[in-house]
Structure formats: structure tokens, C-alpha cells
T-cell receptor, first 113, second 115 residues
Framework: DAKTTQPTSMDCAEGRAANLPCNHS???????VYWYRQIHSQGPQYIIH???NNETNEMASLIITEDRKSSTLILPHATLRDTAVYYC??????????????FGKGTKLSVIP | SAVISQKPSRDICQRGTSLTIQCQVD?????MFWYRQQPGQSLTLIAT?????????ESGFVIDKFPISRPNLTFSTLTVSNMSPEDSSIYLC????????????FGPGTRLTVT
């Protein structure tokens, strides 16, 4: 069974914020939320991860709801280079399964000029 | 961070033959992994390449079909044996610098077409 649910595709205008939702209603207490993206013809690239607090880095922001059942990845000013498939993944930080990344189908984000 | 290279970048092979894919990392890493991405699909973990011992395979993947070697902390190979058209995929190597590392780095992938 899929541990995360994401929309199949989304469009975003260049320069605007891209908000990518992810549902992970069965997340466990020791599981983190990770986001990766895969640009066409490249390997996946790590973006950000979080447990329960909102996180921000140079690439994106991650907003996790208080009940941790869903999250939103925010690209504040989308560019054409952000066109990619975005994967939301949950996995434990340590212990069994902590090194495995289970990729779902992801969201194909198209940034429109 | 880690920089990963894979060879070959792409190949076209005949059914029944085997292809060995190489993965080279620019630094010593604890964990190395092999993934498969079938056309239009997401990534599926094939196995974890363990240094000095046999690889750990995920359900649906077996050593006879996908033998893996990992002779040191910077290098691994994946062989796709007795290929059929269903093996046409992109094969990707990834690494984690430490066992609990939150970030995995991926190679560019090897695009395999079996005719």
C-alpha cells in the first residue's frame, strides 16, 4: 500500500510559488517526511525533510500539519528549471527501513513561462 | 555531498545477453543502492550493495538475475543477466554517506534497451 498520496500533475506560472501537497495519513511517530525531485533524464535529487516542525532551506520550504497527516512543499519562486517530478516519501529516521526510499508516482510539476 | 558516475550511460543489448553497469563514487560511502526505473514509472529499489558481503535484495529481485558486487567503499557493479525486453529500464545507483543519513545521492542512470 502506498504510504503517500500526491496529485498526478500540477502547473505553476514562472515566478509564482509552487505548492505541492502530500497526504500521509498513516505516518508513524518515528517517520520523517522527505521530498525528492527528478528532473527529466537525471537521477532524483534531495530537496528537504522534516519531522513535525516547518523547515526551510535554500531550495524550498516544508510545511507539515500539526497532526502530521499531510504536508506541503513550497517552491517560493518557481523557475523553468523546477519542472520535474516531485516525490514525497515517508521513512523512519533510524532503525529498520531507515535507509530505504520508497518512491510513489509523485507529482509532475510543469512551470509555465 | 557525493558525486556519482555510472558506466555505460546507455546501451542497446540483444535478448539473452548480460550487461554489467558500473557505479563509481568520489568518496567512501557506507550505503550503496541499486534502483530500476521502468519506462514512465517511478523508481523501485533492487538491492542494497553491502561491502564485503552479499547484497540484500528486495522482494521480486534475485541474485541470479541481478548479481551485484561491491569490492570497496567507492565502487559497485550491477549485472543484468539473460536479458529480455522487459528489462529495458533506467538503472540508477545511489549512495548514503552514513547509515542514518537523511540524504541519498543518485547517479545519472544507465538507460538500457533490450531488443
Amino acid at each position: 500500500d502506498a504510504k503517500t498520496t500526491q496529485p498526478t500533475s500540477m502547473d505553476c506560472a514562472e515566478g509564482r510559488a509552487a505548492n505541492l501537497p502530500c497526504n500521509h495519513s498513516t505516518i508513524s511517530g518515528n517517520e520523517y517526511v522527505y521530498w525528492y525531485r527528478q528532473i527529466h533524464s537525471q537521477g532524483p535529487q534531495y530537496i528537504i525533510h522534516g519531522l513535525k516542525n516547518n523547515e526551510t532551506n535554500e531550495m524550498a520550504s516544508l510545511i507539515i500539519t500539526e497532526d502530521r497527516k499531510s504536508s506541503t512543499l513550497i517552491l517560493p519562486h518557481a523557475t523553468l528549471r523546477d519542472t520535474a517530478v516531485y516525490y514525497c516519501i515517508v521513512r523512519p529516521f533510524s532503525g529498520a527501513g531507515s535507509y530505504q526510499l520508497t518512491f510513489g508516482k509523485g507529482t509532475k510539476l510543469s512551470v509555465i513561462p | 555531498s557525493a558525486v556519482i558516475s555510472q558506466k555505460p550511460s546507455r546501451d542497446i543489448c540483444q535478448r539473452g545477453t548480460s550487461l554489467t553497469i558500473q557505479c563509481q563514487v568520489d568518496s567512501q560511502v557506507t550505503m550503496m543502492f541499486w534502483y530500476r526505473q521502468q519506462p514512465g514509472q517511478s523508481l523501485t529499489l533492487i538491492a542494497t550493495a553491502n561491502q564485503g558481503s552479499e547484497a540484500t535484495y528486495e522482494s521480486g529481485f534475485v541474485i541470479d538475475k541481478f548479481p551485484i558486487s561491491r569490492p570497496n567503499l567507492t565502487f559497485s557493479t550491477l549485472t543484468v543477466s539473460n536479458m529480455s525486453p522487459e528489462d529495458s529500464s533506467i538503472y540508477l545507483c545511489s549512495v548514503a554517506l552514513q547509515q542514518n543519513s537523511y540524504e541519498q545521492y543518485f547517479g545519472p542512470g544507465t538507460r538500457l534497451t533490450v531488443t
